[in-house]
């Protein structure tokens, strides 16, 4: 099972670090996948998943993808772990670094939990409602709270 694991996980990896996230959901999310950001709510379903990334690059104002770059890589079973830095840059110019850790559980092939961390430069929390954001430039730590 974990050569299988590897050998998936490097593949969707490569995707990812080509920018090409929503292809890695559509790929190899599985239709009931429940994804988790932190302590947030979980969102079950791949579409629903799908709908929350366009959300979130919609909220922060996402420009362009710049980079997503793979650090430590481990797989337990059917379990992967890793960590990753996302850049994209927004509309207002900025550059934002988002750093990740990500547990994947799988099963014949596709995702089917995947509880993950972020921090960066901007502090995102993902939830429902409205969109609340504070800061004062690009020297200084913005915290921004969405909430869809």
């Given at each position: 099972m974990s050569k299988q694991v590897s050998e998936?996980?490097?593949e969707m990896l490569g995707i990812l670090k080509d920018g090409r996230m929503t292809e890695g959901q559509e790929t190899y999310f599985a239709d009931g996948v429940v994804t988790q950001e932190g302590d947030q709510p979980p969102i079950v379903g791949k579409q629903a998943s799908i709908e929350r990334l366009n959300k979130f690059r919609e909220a922060i104002g996402v420009a362009a993808f710049v980079s997503y770059a793979i650090g430590d890589v481990a797989?337990?079973?059917?379990?992967?772990?890793?960590?990753?830095l996302l850049s994209l840059k927004l509309k207002n110019g900025q550059t934002i670094n988002l750093e990740q850790v990500v547990k994947t559980e799988w099963q014949d092939?596709?995702?089917i939990k995947a509880p993950f961390l972020e921090?960066?430069?901007?502090?995102?929390?993902?939830g429902y409602g409205d969109q609340v954001a504070q800061g004062k430039g690009d020297d200084v730590p913005v915290a921004l709270e969405m909430r869809f």
């Open positions: 998936t996980l490097q797989i337990v079973g059917a379990t992967s772990f890793y960590d990753a092939g596709k995702i921090a960066g430069i901007y502090l995102l929390r993902i």
